[in-house]
């Protein structure tokens, strides 16, 4: 089988891409190729595997040649952030809306009705004027998106769901908690910060938290936020369960909580390099977001959320040591 | 003020247009010119008043010239109907979707942040395999759609939202119900046959109920409907309670109860001139949309639903004879 994913060459996409090479298979199918679609060349180890090809450019312009291709997954990851989409308005349109309906598109001439894995986010919900979030978030909570990439987020769901609808796809839109600890060099989303605080201590360097200790939040670690794009993927119709989006698991934990885990993993020192420096700006983007889940649906899939924070810190020493 | 109304020359435009017209100001302010935007040019009354500007031709071009010109108000009724879009997926896509964005980004461009009323739809609701429709519609009601045309307005009430949010325009999405009676021609609504099951018998003519005589249907009078989007207009943005799109109120009846009325009206040989002919497309569109609506909200903009469907006929036959 062939699989796609848009923005394979950035973090979630490369870790995806390894994982779905180390297993060999998806859904009871071998994987004979996996295209890596980015805008930036994957990772050498991905680039050294027979089975990748890489598809660099613009996703929009891609798209045009994926009319004539046909893929059986895909995972649509590629996206840009949400402090970008809030600065930059037009960027976020055509990145995450336009973008998504192009690939729509091209999936849809194809015609082969590919399995599709929409990766949207929990930016979908927020706090209305009129609509205050409810204290646990469920499966018929109203999404009132207060940001750009939130609306951008859920205005491709509803795409998704009608593409599936009318049988051009099989899709599945699955909301992503925010994705702790994040390798690398920061990003630009609002919750960037989120892996900042925990990554850049632990490298010895310092790191700034710019909202309340108090402030709890939403997460899942990278290897879980894995496992269930593919859970997703592999799912029946009938085992996801309508064409509503899930929400993934997410373990709820105060900002203060997980500089406590940082400490008993890394030491008092490693703490002290978090510096406090409030951002009205991100502390409305990420303190609008809903902290607290009902996991029912995602566990339906046998997807759980990570057992503590304190695992996923552990988690994340273990792999930067492995490199 | 200069108003400016898309679809102002069809059904509900053009009557919204002479409701102005007559008013003669909205929301305080003298009406000095009304733009009527349509495929087609505006019915002989509306184009003979010097306050009317026609502006013939698709929207999309016509959102061009727009980048440059500012309105005060803008009623955004332009739209392909809900059977059309299931047939044709990209008419609907670019009449609703594709023009809906270039109104938005031209009334972005032009600077003002004019207020904006979007006649969304009742059909933004459905019954997703995986979340049943509750007995009654509610303000945080989760929206399903299970119809393109549904979608569509889904989404661009999401984008009403968000270009609210960011200042680009002052908008409010209310979602409309079925408009009941329509006069003239039937249109390529799913729902047509809830104004021809009316408006074909009293006219001597012949007319086909494709549906149960039990299904429930949400339906408003044409005034009613018109004095919803005045009042959505009008209301202040706290009147109006946050950015979530509001039902307009909703008289809800069964198809046997409307030809009761309508016997009741106008007598038994009027009625005989119905006949039953299933069709499960119909049914199925039409059924999927609820009936029963939690009128709280418009309620506090003034908004009442039609008493009952009699007084809708005896309307209907009022008007009928002044013409």
């Known amino acids: 089988m062939k699989v796609l994913i848009t923005g394979g060459a950035g973090f979630l996409g490369a870790r995806l891409a390894r994982e779905l090479l180390h297993r060999g298979h998806l859904g009871g199918e071998n994987i004979g190729e996996i295209v890596l679609a980015d805008l930036y060349p994957p990772p050498a180890d991905l680039a ?25 997954v895909v995972f649509h ?13 037009d960027l976020g349109m055509r990145s995450n809306l336009d973008s998504t309906r192009a690939l729509l598109d091209a999936l849809r001439a194809a015609g082969n009705a590919p399995r599709l894995v929409f990766a949207s986010s929990v930016a979908v919900y ?9 204290q646990e978030i469920c499966h018929d909570t109203l999404p009132a998106p207060q940001s750009s990439y939130g609306i951008q987020k859920f205005i491709c769901e509803q795409l998704v769901a009608d593409y599936t609808r009318k049988g051009f796809i099989d899709g599945r839109n699955v909301r ?66 309508g064409r509503i989006a899930i ?16 400490e008993v993993a890394a030491g008092a020192e490693v703490r002290s390099r978090v510096r406090f420096e409030p951002d009205a700006q991100i502390a409305r983007i990420v303190g609008g977001w809903p902290a607290v889940f009902d996991n029912t649906r995602a566990l339906r899939l046998a997807l759980e959320p990570d057992p503590d924070f304190l695992s996923i810190v552990r988690a994340y020493l273990t792999e930067r040591e492995s490199k």
Not at 77 to 89: I, K, R
Not at 126 to 134: E, I, R
Not at 204 to 215: E, S, T, W, Y
């Open 48 to 72: 050294a595997d027979t089975r990748v090809r890489a598809a660099a450019g613009a996703l929009i312009a891609q798209c045009v040649g994926w009319r004539q291709e046909t893929f059986d």
């Open 247 to 262: 929400n993934m698991p997410a373990l709820t934990v105060s900002v203060g909580e997980m500089l406590d885990a940082l």
């Open 126 to 134: 927020g706090a209305d004027p009129g609509l205050p979030l409810p």
């Open 77 to 89: 990851l590629a996206a840009a952030v949400s402090a970008e989409c809030e600065a930059n308005f």
């Open 176 to 241: 992503l908690m925010t994705v702790v600890v994040r390798p690398g060099a920061p990003n630009g989303a609002a919750s960037g910060f989120l892996s900042s605080i925990v990554r850049e201590p632990v490298n010895g360097k310092p790191a700034i938290c710019p909202v309340p200790l108090d402030m709890k939040v939403a997460l899942a670690s990278p290897a879980r936020t894995i496992a269930g794009l593919i859970a997703a993927a592999e799912a029946s119709r009938e085992a996801i369960g």
